[in-house]
């Protein structure tokens, strides 16, 4: 994205919202308003709700930059109109706007964070007034759950839904991991989506369920391993939250303590492979060890998967004397067939690679070879 095409007044406003917003916000695309300068002055975000992405475009003038933006909303959304006064001025985009501060480069921030919040309280009135008792009755249940979002979509090609983002977990995921590098905090959902409109079916179908992480998470575990609760007929969410926290809960603190298992792992190999060249820290998920056979020497690399001792783990050479013509360093197909048990104790799952590796140097150095004459 050309952000040093954008105006330094406006690129400061940008650059504090994508730093401090405390969810994570992309630009989708810039451009230029004026026929006059080339600078980048408008800009799509796209900003998340209710575990998908709305669009609002904001639309500074270069030849104005003192100016508040404007701000566009999707074509779906004709019917909210949050430029209104209101008797909380913290509250009211109408006072920041009418307030605004170019030099502050907080305010931009403000201003999208107002709009959501709004857009939030605009979306649940939509689906309040949906005609559907199944849904009524989880406002009814679920509305006082802190950070729940709903939101009703709907379209000539596609039926009328009703969507809930319901935060799952009140312990801080970021505080169960030892130096823990996410700046923004994680967060798991179940996305739970009910179809309107079907008042001709004897029984309810169940809502459509699934769960949705932030994607920092994954280097911790997949939700996807994770198998959701049956949903029994009938159910509603407060009654089938419970089990599937507890299902969650217990999945966090065992993929915290894998990781101690594999940074136990790590620390065996170098009894065979010695001190490792480098090492992820946090998630113990990489680590590279330089080998020699000979005069002959090389690189593995070990990726480590989130279900290590279960799958084990995959290995890649790399020479560090032979480059393609590219350049590049000469790197074996990614190798995973070797001997393996998770039952086996850490110092035999070392040795065995050890010795699989030893093995394999030889067919790896003729692929070298066999590089250089091409």
């Known amino acids: 994205m050309a952000v040093d095409r954008v105006p330094p007044i406006f690129a400061a406003q940008l650059n504090y919202l994508l730093s401090h917003s405390p969810f994570s916000i992309k630009v989708e695309q810039m451009w230029s308003g004026s026929k006059n300068y080339p600078w980048n002055d408008r800009f799509t975000l796209l900003i998340p709700f209710c575990l998908d992405f709305i669009k609002w475009d904001i639309i500074y003038n270069v030849e104005s930059p003192l100016s508040p933006p404007d701000v566009m909303f999707g074509a779906e959304d004709d019917k909210f109109i949050p430029f209104v006064l209101s008797s909380d001025p913290s509250k009211s985009p109408m006072h920041t706007l009418s307030n605004w501060n170019s030099k502050d480069p907080s305010r931009l921030l403000s201003l999208i964070l107002q709009l959501r919040e709004l857009y939030s309280a605009y ?5 309040g007034g949906v005609d559907d008792e199944r ?4 406002i009814s249940t679920m509305l006082s759950r802190e950070g729940i979002e709903m939101s009703l979509s709907s379209g000539v090609e596609k039926p009328e839904e009703v969507k809930f983002a319901v935060p799952l977990l009140d312990t801080s995921i970021n505080n169960m991991v030892p130096a823990c590098p996410w700046r923004q905090q994680q967060k798991i959902h179940l996305q739970v989506i009910y179809p309107i409109g079907r008042k001709y079916q004897s029984a309810p179908s169940a809502p ?9 998470l994954r ?3 997949s939700v996807e391993d994770i198998k959701l609760p049956t949903w029994l007929n009938g159910m509603c969410m407060a009654e089938y939250l419970p089990a599937l926290e507890e299902t969650v809960q217990m999945q966090i603190l065992e993929a915290v303590s894998l990781i101690g298992i594999r940074r136990l792992f790590i ?3 170098t009894v ?3 001190r490792p ?8 998920r990489k680590a590279t060890f330089l080998v020699a056979n000979g005069v002959f020497t090389f690189l593995v690399h070990f990726l480590l998967p989130i279900q290590f001792p279960k799958k084990q783990p995959t290995l890649i050479l790399q020479s560090s004397q032979h480059f393609n013509k590219q ?9 995973s067939e070797y001997p393996w048990s998770p039952r086996w104790e850490l110092s035999d799952m070392a040795s065995r690679i050890f010795d699989f590796v030893v093995e394999e140097s030889s067919n790896f150095k003729k692929i070298c070879n066999d590089a250089l004459q091409r």
């Open 123 to 127: 979306q649940g009135k939509c689906v």
């Open 135 to 138: 849904v009524k009755f989880e």
């Open 208 to 216: 459509r369920l699934k769960l949705v992480s932030t994607l920092e």
């Open 219 to 221: 280097s911790l575990f």
């Open 267 to 269: 620390e065996t190999l």
């Open 272 to 274: 065979v492979f010695g």
């Open 277 to 284: 060249l480098e090492a992820d820290p946090i998630f113990c």
């Open 327 to 335: 350049g590049v360093p000469v790197r074996s197909p990614v190798m």
